[in-house]
């Protein structure tokens, strides 16, 4: 490990094999945490390279626990965090409205690091239990249209990368890396991510993949469709810049504020999924889950999309796909 720390002290750049061994020593645990912290401390201060970034998601994906959801058309709603925007829990609640309107969603997720409340802690303060087994992943997919892997259950590699983040508390790679190695390997994935850099990166890994992918980024830092400005899109049908105009307008920052406590969050979460959040509220979950919706069926227009992402919220569809998904635990 210390001659992989004098190379990036050096301002030099890992092969994707160095980045592949080292991750996976640190899951070893043949790593102490001074040295894991350096390491992570690295990336907040310069750039990930493909290679780098393709190396550890490997390594990951390599350790991880797999589900086999095969026979499903599955997708993932995950942005990377580490926006510090501080937003609800936009994704989790449209991977709900997405259930909803008919999609099969495999969500993953973990507590909040770098935000006061990540997915895993909205869902699990209202009632959801972690688990890693199959058949039972299988019935909520099957019966609420959503199962949640929370990342720790799948990614035992990681606990010993756990307490030094968390210390930490900002973003690191590992932020980059969640939306990269859902154990589940759904054929669709919308995926919002906290730079154009990074956004570029993501492009290059999920092309070759062959699934169905929709990487977004706002234009002033958010990790999802905020309809606060412009977004671009990277997909395996181009690049594209969708404009709040195509939404319904724009909003403000102030509109997408989260809670502080988990408390606040999970009221606003389930206020919204009943009909009583304000207008904002529900364009920004309808244009993020609208989006997902195109990812599973490009044939559709985006106004369509948007018009059965409203009809799952407006109808209870939504707000049912929690509560059988709850009731199922």
Not at 171 to 187: C, E, I, Q, R, S
Not at 285 to 314: F, H, T
Request: net charge negative; glycine share 10%; charged share 20%.
């Amino acid at each position: 490990m210390k001659k992989i720390l004098n190379k990036l002290f050096e301002h030099q750049r890992l092969t994707r094999e160095e980045a592949y061994e080292t991750l996976t020593e640190i899951t070893r645990g043949e790593v102490n945490e001074a040295q894991i912290a350096a390491f992570l401390t690295v990336y907040l201060m310069r750039s990930i390279s493909v290679e780098e970034l393709d190396g550890f998601r490997q390594a990951l994906l390599d350790l991880c626990i797999r589900l086999d959801m095969s026979d499903f058309e599955t997708i993932d709603l995950c942005g990377t965090g580490g926006d510090g925007k501080n937003t609800f829990n936009i994704s989790t609640l449209s991977s709900f409205v997405v259930a909803g309107a008919g999609g099969k969603v495999v969500k993953h997720g973990n507590y909040g690091v770098s935000s006061v409340c990540g997915s895993s802690n909205v869902l699990e303060a209202m009632g959801y239990r972690f688990k890693n087994d199959e058949s039972a992943l299988r019935r909520e997919l099957e019966d609420a249209g959503i199962c949640f892997l929370h990342a720790p259950m799948f990614h035992p590699a990681l606990k010993n990368v756990g307490p030094v983040r968390r210390a930490l508390g900002v973003k690191t790679f590992f932020n980059m890396l969640g939306p990269l190695v859902n154990p589940a390997f759904p054929d669709c994935q919308l995926t919002g991510v906290f730079n154009l850099e990074l956004q570029r990166i993501y492009g290059y890994l999920l092309q070759p993949a062959g699934g169905r992918f929709i990487v977004v980024h706002t234009l002033g830092g958010y990790d999802e469709i905020s309809l606060t400005a412009p977004a671009k899109t990277v997909s395996n049908q181009g690049e594209k810049t969708l404009t709040p105009a195509d939404f319904g307008g724009a909003i403000t920052e102030a509109d997408l504020a989260g809670g502080s406590t988990v408390e606040a969050n999970v009221e606003l979460f389930t206020a919204i999924l009943e009909g009583k959040g304000t207008a904002e509220q529900k364009r920004v979950v309808a244009a993020n889950s609208a989006l997902a919706l195109q990812c599973i069926s490009p044939e559709k227009s985006l106004e369509v999309c948007i018009a059965e992402a409203n009809e799952s919220l407006e109808s209870g569809r939504a707000l049912g796909a929690l509560q059988k998904l709850i009731s199922l635990q």
